[in-house]
């Protein structure tokens, strides 16, 4: 059985999780998103200079 202490415990932790996939989730698709601004950045410029 669990006592209240215990399950205060348990949600904390998996609220902490949950809180660390989600700023991963947000740190990785803001990276991602400058990383193919960028690239899509010089492949335009490139396209330009060749047209």
Do not use: A
């Not at 348990?10 to 609220?15: F, P, S, T």
């Not at 989600?22 to 698709?29: I, K, V």
Request: hydrophobic share 45%; net charge positive; glycine share 6%.
């Amino acid at each position: 059985m669990h006592t209240s202490n215990d399950l205060t415990v348990d949600i904390d932790n998996k609220l902490i999780f949950v809180r660390k996939k989600l700023f991963l989730c947000f740190l990785g698709g803001n990276l991602y998103f400058q990383y193919n601004y960028s690239v899509g950045r010089v492949l335009s410029s490139n396209t330009l200079f060749w047209l």
